[in-house]
């Protein structure tokens, strides 16, 4: 069992940047597929990103190809979502979820954090 907990959220204009971090606890980070969700208001979650246990890996979802960057430092226990030229669609509450089973590609999280309110205005 992993219990995660994001931080950073907050509110930012169009084409800044905010990055958010996810604490994960246990000894065994490096078992974990570590990932992002996010859902706006009326929609449904949808799939960000993932990475790999050992970093070697990612996988973006289209629409935040190129703009955000997901990391990961395995001594601090710690996933980080750096997030450029961000656009008032991109705001939603970011998840931070993991799982042992599976690939990047095939991201399907088992635990899941309590989520962090990020903001774009216009």
């Known amino acids: 069992q992993v219990q995660l907990v994001e931080s950073g959220g907050g509110l930012v204009q169009a084409g800044g940047s905010l990055r958010i971090s996810c604490a994960a606890s246990g000894r065994t980070f490096t078992s974990y597929i570590m990932g992002w969700f996010r859902q706006a208001p009326g929609k449904e979650r949808e799939f960000v990103t993932a990475?790999?246990?050992?970093?070697?890996?990612?996988y973006y979802a289209d629409s935040v190809k190129g703009r955000f960057t997901i990391s990961r430092d395995n001594a601090k226990n710690t996933v980080y979502l750096q997030m450029n030229s961000l656009k008032p669609e991109d705001t939603a509450v970011y998840y931070c979820?993991?799982?042992?089973?599976?690939?990047?590609?095939?991201?399907?999280?088992?635990?899941w954090g309590q989520g962090t309110q990020v903001t774009v205005s216009s």
């Open positions: 979820a993991a799982t042992t089973r599976g690939i990047v590609v095939t991201f399907t999280p088992d635990y």
């Open positions: 990475i790999s246990g050992s970093a070697r890996n990612t």
